[in-house]
């Protein structure tokens, strides 16, 4: 059983920055492949940003060049770094673990950017 625990969610005017942090239970966080997925009302949850087991990372084209994913294997957390936020960034963001072919979810930290 892996368990998230997500911060860093607030509300931001648009050009800011928030960091999120996803901290991670368990004592194999450094097999787990690691994702940040946003949701907002009526729509699916989408991939914000990846980031595999060997650093492999994958980001959504409206992440790219803004936002950065990472992990300390150490600390057993996942970031990411937001910056030059926008509007449409607005979401409940969720921090995933795919753990030996099952994922995992937290509970979900708000983003809000006011324009």
């Known amino acids: 059983q892996v368990q998230l625990v997500e911060s860093g969610g607030g509300l931001v005017q648009a050009g800011g920055s928030l960091r999120l942090s996803c901290a991670a239970s368990?004592?194999?966080?450094?097999?787990?492949?690691m994702a940040w997925h946003r949701q907002v009302p009526g729509k699916a949850r989408e991939l914000v940003a990846s980031i595999t087991n060997t650093d492999g990372v994958v980001y959504a084209d409206s992440a790219k060049g803004r936002f950065t994913i990472a992990r300390d294997n150490a600390k057993k957390t996942v970031y990411l770094q937001m910056n030059r936020l926008k509007p449409e960034d607005t979401g409940v963001y969720y921090c995933n673990a795919l753990s030996m072919g099952r994922p995992y979810w937290g509970q979900g930290t708000p983003v809000t950017v006011s324009s």
């Open positions: 368990g004592s194999i966080f450094s097999t787990y492949d």
